[in-house]
């Protein structure tokens, strides 16, 4: 694609065409202002230096169009064309055309693929085109007869309805519907005395209708796809091309609305709405006072009885989410059977059995001091996992002594299920009329929230204290979108939502009928739309939600609870057997995503007072070679059989990234195995280098929930900060846009694998930064793919 340069004395007038420029572009014209002198800042000149930057900023293969203001301008943009080499000279042109015009009219012809000569002309015709009316009316002329079609010519007229009539986004959207057809179609104002037929594939041409609401056009097309033509720029108009009807009134959404009047704030964690009686969750008091057996041996007998029994609980409830929620989320359960066996536990608990205690209050007490020790780590996903340690510690207290179960009211179509905390297993055992959860503790990161996004569960964590106000009972209102819980609503309020619970459950329903469609916009653009998975059991259920490929698997998931670290042979299996399985759609492996946030049992690492800034991902691998040398040589193995894409975790650096490459190198080239690599751009480091790293990588992938992190410096399961740390914010758009750019520029790719992607509503801005592919856990599939088709 075309780039483009603004040159001119002033950095503001350069920075404001530029900035005009990007939005004909769309996010995908590389663009660069080169304005004014830096010493002293900001006077007035232009620099040759400034000049070979930007130049060098937007250079592509396909050529860069400079375009200039006045006198000094053009001599500085000589001198820059003079540093550069030969071959890099002869695909840059020089355009003295009307800045401002030129820049936009350039930057329309650029974004549709036309060529540097159809670019440069297109920019010096923008300086001929006559000026728009501004008047607000004119008095209608007649309408002369439309023109009489000449042999084998195709012809239509459309009445324009869009408010502003055929202004520059219309006009470049009409180019743009043209694209890859071949077909010469122009077109007429019949409401204009005088008009003459203007090309379609000439932005400044259709400017010079002065085309305006209520006007008449005449278009007429010659050639192969001339029907086509035409159908595609009716289907423009009757989307108004592509303008808002700024008189129709917006659709109310509830995730937008502001909380009402006596609501309880707390963490949006998993979207959606709900509607019902307030049941509280929690144990029996009585439990921590069952009686103690006669001796300490009877004793310790009921505590390993209750250990065992609780880890056939835990193995039921692990099958029984993996088929409901997938293998990734069924992890969760590997890891509370880890616990249970875990020595420094049933030590405390058998030291205090041999002093009397009764077991209940011995084993409450040893994994209540262990989980206060994970509370006062550093980093947000430690301290989250004291919550799997109190869910162990309560259901050894559930075999111990029994909690009553609450009683399902027969009356009672719908509950919000509250508790002080969630638990994994309590997800895992829910009613089936239980339609939303809210709890005073909790986090986005937490086991919990992952349980109730895969599930579909609507749920708002860290609400605090005030939940402990709500009565058991009460009606509540639940919205998982904005944050909060409102109790006892309005009547009118309350019927509200319902209808949007019904309304969502019906989209849930036609979107899962038409999962295994394409994700193709209105316009004809396809998005592949793949899955994120960590076993074989995933990517069966991914697939059957329509999945198009798999976008991340997270292979680390497959060894966490090892006792030993993987094998090249162990690497293999799984790799294969998941490339068999996918059959040869695109399948991207994660290398091992470990480090002191996320440690396997096999890994001994040193403590990290902040482990999301130190020793993780490919920083860690890269120092472990043991580690990531038989993946590598296991990967190899795969590629020479299946089409595969490898994708390096945690990269900031260009050193970093090509010590990688090496690697794969040494292990691959003996095999005679080739495979696309990429980078997970999950620092601002990695976007903002974005342009370094597109010559060398095949693919981006974006991980969001990272880079939103670090781009905010937030903690995502801090209540009082989390919300600062939003993935759609300007910022974080603006990272992924310049990574798109950067990407498209040397016709790579780049997909989104944080749980932005899984977001419908997020469909629309992440396309719009030029995004290529969504990837996201299984249920979220078929309503983002319908998202995709209503674009």
Known sequence: MIGL??????????????????????????IAP????????????????????AIEQVYSEDGVVVLMDLGSAVLSAEMALAFLGEDRRARVRLCDAPLVEGAIAAAAQARIGATLEQVLAEAYAAGRSPKLTTQASQPEPASPLPPQPVSGEHTMTLTL?????????????????LTGLDAEVTVRNLSAPGSKPASARSLNALLSLSARRGHTLSVSATGRDAQAALQAIQALAAQNFGDADETAEPAVNAAQQEAPPGSIRGLPVSPGIAVGVLRWLGLSPETLHAPVSDSVDAERNRFR?????????????RRRTAAQAGEHAAAIFAGQLALLSDEAFITRVEHALESGQPAPQAVREALEALATQLEGASDELTRARAADLRD????VLRQLAPAAPIEQSSDEAAVVLAAEEFLPSDLAQLWDNVVGLCAARGGL???????????????VFGVGEALSRLSDGALVVLNGDAGFVLPEPEPSYAEQCRSQMAAAQRKRDAAREQSQRAALTRSGKRVEVAA????????????QNGAEGIGLFRTELLFMDHDAPPSEEAHYAAYRAAAELVGGRTLVIRTLDIGADKLPRWLDLPREDNPFLGLRGLRLCLQRLDLLLPQLRALARVAREFPLHVVFPMVSTLEEWRAARAHWQAAAEPLGAQAKLGIMVETPAAALQAEAFAPEVDFFSVGTNDLVQYVFAVDRGNP????????????VLLLIERVCAAAHAHGRWVGVCGEVASDPQAAAALLACGVDELSMSAPAIPLVKAAIRDL
Not at 392 to 395: E, I, L, M
Not at 535 to 542: K, P, T
């Open 720 to 731: 009082a900060v989390a919300h600062i740390g939003n993935p759609l914010h300007p910022t």
């Open 305 to 317: 009885a209750a250990v065992q029994l609780t880890r056939d609980q835990l193995d039921t409830l």
């Open 161 to 177: 309805t869009n408010r502003l009539g055929l202004h520059i986004r219309p006009a470049a959207r009409l180019v743009q519907a």
């Open 34 to 53: 080169a304005g004014g002198l830096d010493d002293p800042p900001g006077a007035i000149g232009t620099d040759a230096t400034k000049v070979l930057a």
């Open 445 to 459: 990161t937490g086991h919990a929230a992952i349980l109730a996004r895969a599930m579909g569960l609507p749920a």
């Open 5 to 30: 340069v603004v040159v001119s004395h002033s950095r503001a007038l350069a920075e404001g065409v530029a900035e005009l420029a990007r939005e004909m572009g769309g996010g995908m014209v590389n």
């Open 392 to 395: 162990v510690a309560r259901q």
């Open 532 to 543: 994120n998975v960590g076993s074989l059991e995933d990517i069966h259920r991914a697939l």
